[in-house]
């Protein structure tokens, strides 16, 4: 078992608390049958991948990418960038990097930056590798405000109120907790490159079989994707509650 980034460094009074999610997407990526199926889809002879983590949150799986990217890909020449929502978030991921020293250059990739943006918006289109996103999931009746105005006014509001705000962006996913979720994958065709993977997590409530089918069937746009689950938190009270699944073309 790979060894799991610290976080003892940071407060997470404005960002996810890496929790069971997290560590099921470390677990999957790092399992034999994806580091298996990373280095046959990405070998060393082919260019270097980009990998894009969109919510990084505490940052905890993207220094984790960084420190084995050996181990993962079977090839240390990974660029990595993330995105997230929240500038708290945007500081923290490249503070988690910097407080896990990787191992030689030789078999650690290179961390390149996070951005403060909504999912993968800067990007050129079709330039990502390899998507991660953690999504927030968790069905509700609304979506907190992302707008420029709510948030350049969040620093008038009290401690509790702006702490509340952004822990509720982390988990507030709308109706059946896919509103997020479906954004990024309308725009899926356009994000990711000929040879690009998304890694997707989602909930029991999110109705994952019938998103795959939505994806295989060109529901998300004119891209018949190739979907299969490849992690699963497993069973409680007969109900699969996280899983992992891998979208590609």
Same mark, same amino acid.
């Given at each position: 078992?790979?060894?799991?980034?610290?976080?003892?460094?940071?407060?997470?009074?404005?960002?996810?608390?890496?929790?069971?999610?997290? +560590?099921?997407?470390? =677990? #999957? *990526?790092? /399992?034999? $049958?994806? &580091? %298996?199926?990373?280095?046959?889809?990405?070998? !060393?002879?082919?260019?270097?991948?980009?990998?894009?983590?969109?919510?990084?949150?505490?940052?905890?799986?993207?220094?984790?990418?960084?420190?084995?990217?050996?181990?993962?890909?079977?090839?240390?020449?990974?660029?990595?960038?993330?995105?997230?929502?929240?500038?708290?978030?945007?500081?923290?991921?490249?503070?988690?990097?910097?407080?896990?020293?990787?191992?030689?250059?030789?078999?650690?990739?290179?961390?390149?930056?996070?951005?403060?943006?909504?999912?993968?918006?800067?990007?050129?289109?079709?330039?990502?590798?390899?998507?991660?996103?953690?999504?927030? +999931?968790?069905?509700? =009746? #609304? *979506?907190? /405000?992302? $707008?420029? &105005? %709510?948030?350049?006014?969040?620093?008038?509001? !009290?401690?509790?109120?702006?702490?509340?705000?952004?822990?509720?962006?982390?988990?507030?996913?709308?109706?059946?907790?896919?509103?997020?979720?479906?954004?990024?994958?309308?725009?899926?065709?356009?994000?990711?490159?000929?040879?690009?993977?998304?890694?997707?997590?989602?909930?029991?409530?999110?109705?994952?079989?019938?998103?795959?089918?939505?994806?295989?069937?060109?529901?998300?746009?004119?891209?018949?994707?190739?979907?299969?689950?490849?992690?699963?938190?497993?069973?409680?009270?007969?109900?699969?509650?996280?899983?992992?699944?891998?979208?590609?073309?």
């Amino acid at each position: 078992m790979l060894p799991t980034p610290t976080t003892a460094h940071l407060t997470f009074s404005h960002i996810y608390t890496p929790s069971e999610d997290t +560590y099921l997407l470390l =677990d #999957t *990526l790092s /399992s034999p $049958s994806q &580091t %298996t199926f990373l280095s046959q889809h990405f070998p !060393s002879s082919t260019p270097t991948p980009l990998v894009l983590e969109i919510g990084s949150g505490s940052g905890i799986i993207t220094s984790f990418i960084t420190s084995h990217a050996l181990t993962i890909f079977s090839r240390a020449d990974l660029l990595l960038l993330t995105t997230d929502i929240s500038h708290h978030a945007s500081l923290a991921t490249p503070s988690t990097v910097l407080h896990n020293p990787t191992p030689p250059s030789s078999s650690s990739g290179l961390f390149l930056d996070s951005l403060t943006t909504d999912l993968s918006s800067p990007m050129r289109q079709g330039v990502v590798d390899v998507l991660i996103f953690n999504p927030p +999931y968790v069905p509700t =009746d #609304t *979506l907190p /405000s992302t $707008s420029p &105005t %709510t948030l350049s006014t969040l620093s008038t509001r !009290s401690c509790f109120e702006e702490e509340s705000y952004y822990l509720e962006l982390t988990y507030a996913g709308g109706e059946d907790g896919m509103e997020t979720t479906n954004r990024l994958l309308e725009g899926l065709d356009e994000a990711l490159s000929p040879r690009g993977v998304l890694y997707l997590l989602l909930c029991a409530q999110n109705r994952p079989e019938q998103v795959a089918e939505r994806l295989r069937a060109g529901g998300y746009g004119k891209t018949l994707w190739k979907v299969e689950k490849v992690g699963s938190s497993g069973l409680r009270a007969g109900w699969e509650v996280l899983s992992i699944w891998r979208v590609w073309r």
